[in-house]
């Protein structure tokens, strides 16, 4: 009994760690996904250097941001 126990209980640990890891994935592209609009909305030129990353304007409502991570992010205004 108390081997079935033990194997309920580090099933239930394993599957909660995996979520916490996906939530934090999730939370990280919709944080990155925010800081690339707001970097598009404060962009004046059509190729802005920011603290976390850059601009560039590829037509007038697409803007590509290119994050220091390496990531790209395309941003429709």
Do not use: P
Not at 49 to 71: A, D, L, R
């Amino acid at each position: 009994m108390s081997m079935v126990v033990l194997g309920v209980l580090c099933g239930t640990m394993t599957g909660y760690q995996y979520y916490l890891k996906r939530q934090r994935m999730i939370n990280m592209k919709l944080t990155n996904q925010l800081i690339a609009e707001s970097m598009v909305k404060l962009s004046t030129e059509h190729d802005s250097q920011f603290n976390y990353g850059w601009t560039t304007k590829i037509s007038q409502s697409n803007w590509s941001v290119t994050m220091k991570n390496g990531e790209n992010i395309k941003v429709i205004i």
